[in-house]
């Protein structure tokens, strides 16, 4: 069992902060209890976001989980809390994934399926779910598809984030992580009130380690050669929703808002013309 913890990744952004889900199962592991569900949605939203690294997914994640309710799933939030966890010692297997993550190279898909199918009961949760950085790699992929399958969970949509390689190493290399509560913030782009400390909690503003130019290169690598191919892989599924990740993040959070939307009204009448079809 892979067990770890961590705050809560919030980004500052204009909207005032909604109580977050605490994501105590998903981040330390089954043996947790989380403290704040989501309320419960007639139809909960299960999204996986997909794009390079440093496209903006976390932040897009945190801006729809205030929206939509469903709980923020982050894989890179998982192996950061292992590895800042003071009070016990990392797994042999995820002293390997923490190093593999340091050099910006892909975990390998066994660690990252072990960790993800521990925490499956997330996959159910009654406020759906938005899962960022997972699935990574067809085998990743099919793996989910398998077990989604099997318990009967159906995805609403994969929203596929899209922006040029050298804005995304502009927005990495700017990037500051809050030590403490892990919100994040750019150094031009959403600075901080006051340089080097949170707006939120004053925790010590840092830079994650695989944000260095060595590790950025190595991660855009691993996104091409490893993730994009999900991009057909959905698409062939009828899963797909692509978005442009450039602007304002709020801009960029209304366009898949409205998407997202668009498609659910076209499910619901498809649904009600089947329905009338079958009655007739
Ligand atoms: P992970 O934590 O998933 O990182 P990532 O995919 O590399 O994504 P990032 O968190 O770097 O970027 P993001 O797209 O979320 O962008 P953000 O919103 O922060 O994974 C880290 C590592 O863990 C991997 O390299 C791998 O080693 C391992 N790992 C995790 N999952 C794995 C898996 N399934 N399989 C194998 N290995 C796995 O934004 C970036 C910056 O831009 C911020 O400063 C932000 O403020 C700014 N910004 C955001 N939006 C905008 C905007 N619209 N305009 C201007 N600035 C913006």
Redesign the pocket.
Known sequence: MILVTAGNAS?TYSRPMSTPHNRAIWIQGPSAQCNVTPEGALVPWRLI?L????????????LLNRRLRACHL???????AAGSRPDCEPSPAMKE?LS??R???????F??WEM?RERSSCLHCRGGFIL??????LA?AELLKDLMDREGLKLSAVVN?DLPFSEIVV??G????CERCKS???IT??PPRFEGKCDRCEGKLIQ?E??RPE?IKV?LD??ECSTAPLIEFYSDLGLLLNIR?????D??FEATFSQLEERRVREVAQKAWVALENHA
């Open positions: 980004p976001l794009g390079a690294p440093g496209v903006g997914k976390g932040t897009q994640a945190e982050s894989t890179g939030d998982v192996f950061r994934a593999y993550m050099q910006g190279k892909l975990v390998p898909d660690t990252v993800v960022d950085g997972f699935p990574r790699t990743q984030y927005r990495l700017g990037r500051r992580t994040v913030y750019h782009e959403r994650r695989d944000d590790s991660r691993a996104y990740a450039k602007g304002a993040p801009d960029i």
